[in-house]
């Protein structure tokens, strides 16, 4: 076994496969399982998914991570909002703006936001609010990027990094390219209070969920606005982290442990929506939306399965990789059930659009501000 170049499943002993499979069998902690043993069973099981729970920021160690495509990060000093890419494998990096630091589409002068780090106050962050935490603060930011299909870390010069922060307001999408001195606001056609909670790049173009559920879709090299896409054709009360609250839809308060969380996931050859449905605090089911073009405009239709992809996803992140198996579509899911300020709960759980099987597979109780930002999946 060990000379083999190439070694598949059916060269491993069966009877250690069958061990260690009723150990753990699942894709949070099963492949990591078997690609432990040694190097002929890693490079015969392949990559396997990790769940990132980063370590907590400190004042002695502020350092906020986000993990992008591709072994890419942005990581965030807290203490004066300046960020930088980092390449996991490499450790190749690539200067980025401070967060604060924003100009208008047309290119003019650059502002810069109030931020100030409190370390004495509850470690805390100062904007326009008050974070009384790193993760406060973080809850808050969301990240994308557009990654070029070269693996290098000199790919980065050609990436375009999408951002978004409560802290600018009505702003739209804000993004940067390495290198860059400032954040360029895009336009945000739908004026709301809130910005965005979710976006993706996919196939030349950005697309940005607003906390209402309706979606602002943009040419990437022109940053004009294309379509507006309105929400998924079922009755849905959308929650976000983000804000802190829970959204009216259709003039009808939402129960806080009653609510439809959305990711926006872009798949090869399609961009699709995934509703995670949140009864009593728990996940209870997952719908798939597919994003297609009817004769009144671009719309989200539902769909039994994505296909054969693993989904990969949480309130924050969402990541895939292709499902060898045939099986359909699966999904794991992160739910950090915060039941108060002090106390939360992560569990991951695995769902199954073939035969609607929906199971918990991880949990890690008392988490709070135990992590510099929420779990988050990275594939690579």
């Not at 609510?259 to 996931?265: A, F, H, K």
Request: charged letters at 20%; aromatic letters at 12%.
């Amino acid at each position: 076994m060990a000379g083999e170049e190439q070694p598949g499943w059916s060269n491993l002993p069966s009877d250690l496969l069958g061990l260690i499979g009723k150990r753990s069998r699942d894709a949070v902690t099963g492949l990591a399982e078997f690609r432990s043993v040694c190097r002929t069973w890693r490079a015969a099981v392949g990559p396997a998914p990790r769940l990132l729970l980063p370590r907590a920021g400190s004042a002695s160690d502020p350092k906020l991570v986000f993990p992008l495509a591709r072994g890419w990060s942005i990581v965030v000093d807290a203490r004066d909002a300046s960020c930088h890419l980092s390449h996991l494998a490499t450790g190749a990096t690539a200067a980025l703006p401070k967060l604060i630091a924003v100009r208008d589409r047309d290119g003019s002068g650059i502002g810069h936001l109030i931020y100030e780090h409190r370390p004495d106050e509850y470690t805390a962050i100062y904007c326009w609010a008050l974070y009384y935490s790193y993760i406060a603060f973080t809850d808050s930011l969301r990240f994308a990027v557009h990654a070029p299909p070269d693996d290098s870390p000199a790919a980065a010069a050609g990436m375009t990094i999408m951002m978004y922060h409560v802290m600018h307001g009505r702003t739209g999408m804000l993004f940067c390219r390495p290198g860059d001195a400032a954040w360029t606001k895009v336009e945000n056609p739908n004026r709301l209070d809130c910005g965005y909670f979710d976006f993706v790049y996919h196939d030349g173009r950005m697309y940005g969920l607003v906390a209402n559920g309706q979606m602002v879709v943009y040419d990437a090299a022109t940053l004009d606005v294309l379509h507006l896409v309105r929400t998924p054709p079922v009755p849905s009360k959308l929650s976000s982290k983000m804000y802190g609250r829970t959204t009216k839809m259709y003039g009808v308060a939402v129960d806080l442990e009653d609510y439809d969380y959305i990711n926006l996931v872009s798949l090869p050859s399609k961009l699709i929506l995934v509703m995670t449905s949140v009864k009593s605090s728990l996940p209870v089911a997952f719908n798939i939306f597919e994003l297609r073009s009817t004769p009144g405009g671009l719309a989200w239709h539902k769909v039994i399965n994505a296909g054969n992809y693993e989904l990969f996803l949480d309130r924050y992140h969402s990541s895939f990789r292709e499902n060898t198996t045939n099986s359909g579509t699966r999904i794991y899911y992160v739910h950090d059930n915060g039941t108060s300020l002090l106390q939360s709960t992560t569990s991951v759980y695995y769902y199954s659009m073939q035969d609607s099987k929906l199971e918990c597979v991880y949990r890690l109780a008392d988490d709070a501000d135990v992590y510099s930002t929420k779990a988050s999946w990275f594939v690579p």
